[in-house]
C-alpha cells in the first residue's frame, strides 16, 4: 500500500511537522490503521478514501495512540500531497470529510488553507493556574491570565505566559500533569504560547505543544491548537502568525485568520505550506 511522507507548516524539508499520507486506504479497518500510525511513529498519519462526492476526499487521522476527529496539519498537508498526486486537478478547493464533519481546504501552490465556522468550544474548569505552573516548571508570576480549554473537536488547554524566554523554558512534568488533569476536557494535551509582539490587526505568538497521552512528547507544529488558539483567545488582532517547532529543531509558521461580526468570532482560517518529502510503500499490513 503506497504512502507519502510530507513536512507540514513550513516550505523547506526536513523541518515543520512530519505527516505520513496513505491516500488510497479503502480496505483498511481501524485496527490496522492504529497499527501503521504506530509504527511511523510520528505526529499524525491520514488515511484517505473517495468522499461522498466529488472533489470530496474521506480522511481519518491517527496519533500514535489514538484517533483524532480533527487536525490541522494533517489537513493541510493531506491536501498538499493530494494535488501532488494529480487527485484535485482543476479544483481550487476541496472538502475534507474528518470526524469532525466537513472541513473546506482552499489549494495553492504546495500550500493550503483549511476553514473552520464560528468560535472554538470552550468549557469552564476549576483549576488554579498556579497548578499548571507547577506542572510546566514555571513560577505563577510568569503565566498571563487563567489557563482555559478550547478546541474544534480536539480540546487543547492553552497556557499563556509572560515571554518567548518562558515558552523555551517551560517543560511538562508528565506525573504532575496526569495527576490534576484526568476530569479535564482538554486532558491529553496543552498547548504553551506567547504574544511576542504585535503591528495593527497582526498578533505574533510563539509557542509549544506538548501531548503524551497521544503519543506525542512535542509536537512542532499545531493547527488544530492554532485554529483553537485563533477560535478562542480574546484579542482585536485578525492575523496571528505562530511561529512553533523552534526548541525542536524543526521551525513551522501557522498563518491562523479570525473573521469577526459585531465582535463575535464567525469563522478561522489555517493556512501553511508543505513539502512532500517521499513516496514509498508498505511491503506488509497488520
Given at each position: 500500500?503506497?504512502?507519502?511522507?510530507?513536512?507540514?507548516?513550513?516550505?523547506?524539508?526536513?523541518?515543520?511537522?512530519?505527516?505520513?499520507?496513505?491516500?488510497?486506504?479503502?480496505?483498511?479497518?481501524?485496527?490496522?490503521?492504529?497499527?501503521?500510525?504506530?509504527?511511523?511513529?510520528?505526529?499524525?498519519?491520514?488515511?484517505?478514501?473517495?468522499?461522498?462526492?466529488?472533489?470530496?476526499?474521506?480522511?481519518?487521522?491517527?496519533?500514535?495512540?489514538?484517533?483524532?476527529?480533527?487536525?490541522?496539519?494533517?489537513?493541510?498537508?493531506?491536501?498538499?500531497?493530494?494535488?501532488?498526486?494529480?487527485?484535485t486537478e482543476g479544483l481550487s478547493e476541496i472538502v475534507l470529510e474528518?470526524?469532525?464533519?466537513?472541513?473546506?481546504?482552499?489549494?495553492?501552490?504546495?500550500?493550503?488553507?483549511?476553514?473552520?465556522?464560528?468560535a472554538a468550544e470552550t468549557r469552564p474548569h476549576s483549576i488554579m493556574?498556579?497548578?499548571?505552573?507547577?506542572?510546566?516548571?514555571?513560577?505563577?508570576?510568569?503565566?498571563?491570565g487563567t489557563p482555559w480549554q478550547a478546541g474544534y473537536g480536539t480540546?487543547?488547554?492553552?497556557?499563556?505566559?509572560?515571554?518567548?524566554?518562558?515558552?523555551?523554558?517551560?517543560?511538562?512534568?508528565?506525573?504532575?500533569?496526569?495527576?490534576?488533569?484526568?476530569?479535564?476536557?482538554?486532558?491529553?494535551?496543552?498547548?504553551?504560547?506567547?504574544?511576542?509582539?504585535?503591528?495593527?490587526?497582526?498578533?505574533?505568538?510563539?509557542?509549544?505543544?506538548?501531548?503524551?497521552?497521544?503519543?506525542?512528547?512535542?509536537?512542532?507544529?499545531?493547527?488544530?491548537?492554532?485554529?483553537?488558539?485563533?477560535?478562542?483567545?480574546?484579542?482585536?488582532?485578525?492575523?496571528?502568525?505562530?511561529?512553533?517547532?523552534?526548541?525542536?529543531?524543526?521551525?513551522?509558521?501557522?498563518?491562523?485568520?479570525?473573521?469577526?461580526?459585531?465582535?463575535?468570532?464567525?469563522?478561522?482560517?489555517?493556512?501553511?505550506?508543505?513539502?512532500?518529502?517521499?513516496?514509498?510503500?508498505?511491503?506488509?499490513?497488520?
Open positions: 500500500m503506497r504512502y507519502l511522507l510530507s513536512d507540514v507548516f513550513t516550505a523547506q524539508a526536513f523541518a515543520g511537522n512530519q505527516l505520513a499520507v496513505l491516500p488510497d486506504a479503502a480496505g483498511l479497518d481501524t485496527r490496522q490503521m492504529q497499527s501503521i500510525a504506530r509504527e511511523f511513529n510520528i505526529a499524525e498519519t491520514t488515511f484517505i478514501t473517495p468522499g461522498s462526492a466529488p472533489g470530496r476526499f474521506a480522511m481519518r487521522i491517527f496519533t500514535p495512540f489514538n484517533e483524532l476527529p480533527f487536525a490541522g496539519h494533517p489537513t493541510i498537508g493531506s491536501a498538499v500531497v493530494l494535488t501532488h498526486l494529480g487527485r474528518e470526524k469532525v464533519g466537513p472541513v473546506r481546504v482552499a489549494l495553492g501552490e504546495n500550500a493550503a488553507i483549511l476553514f473552520m465556522q464560528g493556574p498556579v497548578v499548571f505552573a507547577d506542572a510546566l516548571g514555571l513560577r505563577r508570576d510568569r503565566l498571563v480540546p487543547f488547554m492553552f497556557v499563556q505566559v509572560q515571554s518567548r524566554e518562558d515558552v523555551a523554558a517551560a517543560m511538562l512534568m508528565a506525573d504532575r500533569w496526569h495527576g490534576f488533569t484526568e476530569a479535564l476536557w482538554a486532558n491529553r494535551a496543552v498547548y504553551v504560547f506567547a504574544v511576542t509582539g504585535q503591528d495593527g490587526d497582526r498578533l505574533s505568538v510563539h509557542a509549544r505543544m506538548f501531548a503524551p497521552k497521544m503519543g506525542i512528547v512535542e509536537d512542532p507544529a499545531t493547527g488544530s491548537a492554532a485554529a483553537a488558539l485563533a477560535g478562542s483567545l480574546v484579542t482585536d488582532a485578525t492575523i496571528i502568525e505562530i511561529d512553533q517547532g523552534i526548541e525542536m529543531g524543526r521551525p513551522s509558521r501557522i498563518t491562523a485568520g479570525v473573521t469577526r461580526d459585531a465582535g463575535q468570532i464567525t469563522g478561522i482560517s489555517i493556512a501553511g505550506q508543505a513539502v512532500v518529502i517521499a513516496d514509498g510503500q508498505l511491503i506488509r499490513l497488520p
